[in-house]
């Protein structure tokens, strides 16, 4: 079985500029995730997709940070305009619809600001 | 609201001794407790589990994990420690709505040989 795939592994930007992630997850999971981890903590949920809806969206800085997931498939995480304090690994998982805590992680991109 | 606690930053064991990486937790109803682990530029993955039922839970590698509800600990555990365990272990809880995880800071395990 495939895993969670992420794309690409590190991205190197310029504060003000613009960023794209991309997650595809294991075949027939439902539920997709977006984390931020900084460093030294725990990841922290940025955004939830059931198949192409929004559960959760809560903690997702909406003026800058969009995501989408049209085909209840892949998904695209981006940041535009980026800030130094968006550097962090931004994680992707997915899991099935009946055992949502079971979560299956891709490997992350480190996103570097400057 | 629901919370984690990891109070170790960083847990030392010798090779082939048990290890304990603790946790200990705040709901407001039954808890749902998970542990992951984190190796170097690798995503988390999953260990192991409490939902219900016996208090102690086995899970992946030879960890396993007790559950103490009079504590509120679900404390990780593993009998004879592996240089390879060497990773960054995270405590997680579930949420109050949308199976949101609540997450731990995370606990570096570093086993020396």
């Known amino acids: 079985e495939a895993g969670v795939a992420q794309s690409p592994r590190y991205k190197i930007i310029e504060k003000r500029q613009s960023v794209a992630f991309w997650c595809n997850p294991i075949?027939?999971?439902?539920?997709l995730y977006w984390y931020q981890q900084i460093l030294g903590q725990g990841p922290k949920l940025l955004i939830q997709?059931?198949?192409?809806?929004?559960?959760?969206d809560s903690q997702l800085p909406k003026d800058r940070f969009s995501a989408e997931r049209l085909k209840g498939v892949d998904s695209t995480l981006k940041i535009q305009p980026a800030k130094l304090e968006d550097s962090a690994v931004y994680l992707c998982?997915?899991?099935?619809?009946?055992?949502?805590?079971?979560?299956?992680f891709g490997p992350g991109t480190r996103l570097t600001v400057t | 609201a629901q919370s984690v606690a990891q109070p170790e930053d960083q847990v030392n064991v010798a090779e082939g001794n048990p290890l304990t990486v603790k946790c200990t937790y705040s709901?407001?109803?039954?808890?749902?407790l998970f542990w992951y682990v984190q190796y170097p530029n690798r995503g988390l993955q999953f260990l192991l589990k409490?939902?219900?039922?016996d208090n102690l839970v086995k899970g992946s590698y030879g960890f396993e994990a007790e559950f103490n509800k009079s504590q509120t600990s679900f404390h990780l555990k593993k009998p004879s420690a592996l240089v390879s365990d060497s990773a960054l272990y995270f405590c997680?809880?579930?949420?109050?709505?949308?199976?949101?995880?609540?997450w731990g800071a995370g606990t570096k395990l570093i086993i020396k040989p």
């Open positions: 075949s027939g999971h439902a539920t």
């Open positions: 709901v407001s109803g039954n808890p749902y």
């Open positions: 409490y939902i219900t039922g």
């Open positions: 997680a809880v579930g949420g109050d709505s949308n199976y949101q995880l609540i």
């Open positions: 998982a997915s899991s099935w619809a009946s055992e949502r805590y079971e979560q299956y």
């Open positions: 997709f059931q198949n192409n809806g929004v559960v959760d």
